[in-house]
């Protein structure tokens, strides 16, 4: 029996899918670690448990396959009928029993995987909506992916951190946060300078003249502007005073 292989030929994307899915696995991992009793324990987002992390993850996979499946047939699937709905899903995924958060995380993880593999190569360039109402390509769905899975792993309090997370998929989680700062007018005045790298890397307001300067290798950048801590950053300039301000929890 002849092996099937992602139908996507663009290696840029073939990359993409392979982070998304290494990610998926990593997540797995830690996921794995945790026995039953300890998915009642507390996640690192407020309000969350590790069944909520893990059930949002789970879902988000079948939300991502919709869009997917959208690209593939035509037929508009949001990936939620609206807000409401997605926060219903994951609080009621949270009350599952532990074998089924497992299996649902386990088969919709397969699910998306399995509809990545089986688009053909032209649908990829096919336009969807994500939640948010943005209109892109369905290829953007393996960086949706990614992000969910390698940040949530962190989310699962059990031991991972932004220190695993590889550097390409920080760097784009940076422009991507960065990105929404600058459209919502909350990132003047503030830059980040990453250390630790062969060459420079600066993110935020870049041609401000008088601007806040958040220094630190790049996990600890990442992590910070995820809102998820200020270990390992420092800030100077113009009202900082030595104190890190806080970011809000990137979701």
Do not use: C
Not at 186 to 205: K, N, Y
Request: aromatic share 6%; hydrophobic share 40%.
């Amino acid at each position: 029996m002849v092996a099937r292989h992602d139908q996507a030929t663009d290696p840029r994307l073939q990359e993409q899918l392979l982070q998304a899915r290494r990610g998926t696995a990593f997540f797995a991992r830690k996921l794995n670690e945790l026995t039953d009793a300890e998915l009642d324990g507390d996640s690192l987002l407020p309000g969350w448990t590790r069944r909520h992390i893990v059930a949002h993850v789970g879902y988000n996979a079948r939300a991502i396959a919709r869009l997917v499946e959208w690209a593939a047939t035509g037929v508009e699937t949001p990936m939620y009928p609206s807000p409401e709905a997605r926060n219903h899903e994951i609080n009621f995924g949270a009350t599952l029993s532990p074998i089924a958060l497992r299996n649902l995380f386990d088969h919709s993880a397969v699910h998306l995987s399995v509809e990545w593999r089986d688009l053909p190569d032209p649908a990829w360039q096919h336009e969807v909506r994500t939640a948010q109402g943005r209109t892109v390509r369905v290829s953007e769905t393996a960086w949706m992916r990614t992000r969910e899975v390698w940040i949530h792993a962190v989310d699962l309090n059990n031991g991972a951190t932004f220190n695993d997370i590889p550097a390409p998929v920080l760097e784009r989680l940076l422009r991507d946060i960065t990105g929404a700062w600058k459209t919502r007018g909350t990132d003047t005045g503030l830059i980040m300078e990453v250390s630790g790298q062969p060459q420079t890397m600066t993110f935020g307001d870049t041609g401000a003249a008088h601007a806040t300067v958040i220094a630190g290798s790049l996990p600890a950048i990442a992590e910070w502007a995820a809102g998820r801590g200020a270990n390992g950053v420092t800030a100077e300039g113009p009202g900082a005073n030595g104190a890190v301000p806080a970011t809000p929890k990137w979701i």
